[in-house]
């Protein structure tokens, strides 16, 4: 059953090398090593869009992170060119706080020319035509709760390289997948182009329904809906309209400095509402 996943995985990734893990942080740790003993240099990452291990974990095994703008989660290129200069890998989540998708091949393109590995993370992309392995060194996944692949344990990192996957396969820091949760696995990849389905249908009736507002990145791919409220009244419209059609939503705040921020850093640093499709 592990090869049989390992295959679909392959097919989703355009990786020859699959290695499931025990969560999908141990797939960002691993990664993150992988680069420090490639390349010694910082790890870089987004400003809004991303997730909180981008940050923690480079610390971790004494290694500093830079921040590359965005603009409400959508990487800006000519930063990039700039900031991956000297760095050891750029990790980015595809889409950007599940909403908004990446230039995938112009971002890999611009690492590679600045000698930079490129980590993706395709929690939120995997089974569409948003993920493609040919623009990643790396890449990472979670299976975790309100994923696309929503086993609520596990994940996997993956590699063209059998170089780096020779150091992927030597890290201690994995545990062994549990094979009590194979079966799990491949019945949520059995049902993952339902499940993706299911997110573009409810994400187009929320754009149509909301169209009045403003939408962050309407015309961008992606999962989830973010929408910026002016004032009070807004907000209670757009929450009382989540309320009615039992969809789940966070709200985010304008903050001085996103990293301090949980939802400012995993989605936006603006006063909005995330609609948390992803959660269906």
Known sequence: MENEIKEILKRHTSHYYI??????NTSILISFLCAKKIKRGNILTTDQGGWISYL??????????????????????????????????????????????????EIYEICKKNNCLTIMDITGSIGTDLCNGKYADIIICSFGDYKP???????????????????????????EF????????????????????????????IKEDLKKFNIIHKGKKGINVLIKFKNEKEKKEILDYCEKNSFKYK???????????????IKVNEDAVSIEVQRL
């Open 251 to 265: 709200l985010c705040r304008k903050v001085l400095d996103s990293t301090k921020d949980l939802f400012s850093f």
């Open 178 to 205: 549990k094979k009590s949760r194979l079966k799990d696995l491949l019945e949520k990849l059995d049902n993952l182009k339902q499940r993706h389905e299911t997110f573009s249908k409810a994400n187009k009736k």
């Open 149 to 175: 692949i929503n086993v609520g344990y596990g994940g996997f990192i993956s590699t063209d390289k059998k170089e780096y996957f020779n150091l992927i396969s030597n890290m201690p820091e994995a545990d």
């Open 56 to 105: 923690k974990y480079p610390k971790k095994i004494g290694l500093e992170v830079k921040l590359c703008k965005t603009d409400n989660a959508l990487i800006g290129l000519n930063d990039l060119k700039e900031k991956s200069k000297g760095c050891s890998a750029f990790i980015y989540a595809q889409p950007g706080g599940y909403f908004v998708e990446q230039s995938i091949k």
């Open 19 to 24: 290695s499931l893990t025990p969560r999908g």
